[in-house]
């Protein structure tokens, strides 16, 4: 009797059947060799055939000799394989940058750096801006609150006496000054200070050959004078701390810091003369202060970027014109 049940009925109901014939057989294998004495890696050994046949006509397509020991080594050396190829994968490429939690090194290094050096530029235009926004006043004779603020950019106490090795010998013009500057009784008019000291400087006109210069300090010139190296003066090499004295009277037009040339100090002399004393260790005078020759004026020191050693790089300036300062002084 024909009861009308769909064929794909019936083909479920085979392959439920054939299904739990192959599961039969495979119990009915390991039944056969649980029985069986020999050593494990003699039963890796034991050799089998894979056959490919068609389902059909049950022909034979292909067939490959397989032992569990080969089966093994190929499904490990493709694993190992597989995780060596990710490994090198994540390694040597971009891929890396899309795991959760990795770092670039090299970029965080290369971001470190960057910001170092933008912090070391932000301070050199600060410092840059400082510098000539003090010699704008300068050539505009603004001098009212530079002596005041000098000490403070300069990072230096309010009394310089005390930064001052007891070696140093002591000028009394010297202590007298240091003395109105604390009681706050000093005057910095550029007018009444350069008038006092340097007379009149417009009318004469005495050649330099003629003028009197004292060393700065003795030592050996290191440096000399090059024009063609862009050198306008000479470096003098001294022990560190040595005191640096004014070559002439003067009055001090510039005195503060800059990140090439470190703790500099600058004089205007009478006859367009200025002498100038850079990579000090500490600054003596403030702007604006008058000086007698031979008063120290700085220390020597190693400051500035432009610098090898404890030396003193001096400059002299006639009007306008760098000169050699050996041709008129001697620092031996």
């Known amino acids: 009797m024909h009861l009308g049940y769909p064929c794909s009925f019936f083909d479920k109901t085979d392959s439920v059947q054939k299904y739990f014939a192959f599961f039969k057989r495979f119990i009915q294998f390991f039944q056969r060799h649980g029985d069986d004495d020999r050593s494990f890696m003699e039963k890796l050994r034991d050799k089998y055939r894979l056959v490919i046949m068609n389902d059909e006509t049950f022909e034979e397509i292909s067939s490959v000799k397989l032992t569990p020991l ?36 090299a970029r965080d290094r290369e971001i470190a750096a960057l910001s170092s050096k933008l912090y070391k530029l932000e301070r050199e235009v600060e410092s840059s801006q400082r510098y000539y926004s003090n010699f704008r006043k300068i050539l505009v004779g ?46 910095s008019d550029p007018s009444a200070q350069t008038s006092a000291a340097l007379g009149p400087i417009g009318p004469r006109d005495i050649p330099l050959s003629q003028q009197f210069f004292m060393p700065p300090v003795s030592g050996e010139v290191t440096s000399s004078f090059d024009l063609s190296k862009n050198h306008y003066g000479i470096d003098v090499a001294a022990p560190k701390n040595t005191a640096i004295k004014a070559a002439a009277d003067g009055v001090v037009i510039s005195s503060g810091y800059t990140v090439e040339t470190g703790y500099s100090i600058a004089i205007q002399h009478p006859n367009n003369v200025v002498t100038m004393y850079k990579h000090n260790s500490v600054l003596l005078k403030p702007t604006g202060v008058t000086v007698k020759v031979g008063e120290a004026i700085a220390l020597i020191g190693n400051s500035g970027e432009s610098t090898s050693g404890p030396h003193l790089h001096f400059e002299l300036w006639y009007k306008g014109r760098a000169m050699d300062p050996t041709d008129f002084i001697n620092f031996n």
């Open 142 to 187: 603004d001098l009212g609150d530079l002596s005041k603020s000098a000490a403070e950019k300069k990072g230096l106490p309010e009394n310089p006496a005390d930064t001052l090795p007891k070696d140093v010998e002591r000028i009394p013009e010297d202590e007298q000054l240091r003395s109105e500057v604390a009681r706050g009784t000093f005057t």
């Open 70 to 105: 080969s089966v093994y080594i190929a499904l490990s050396s493709l694993v190992v394989g597989t995780a060596i190829m990710v490994t090198m994968l994540i390694v040597w490429t971009p891929l890396k940058r899309y795991i959760p939690g990795y770092g670039d090194y």
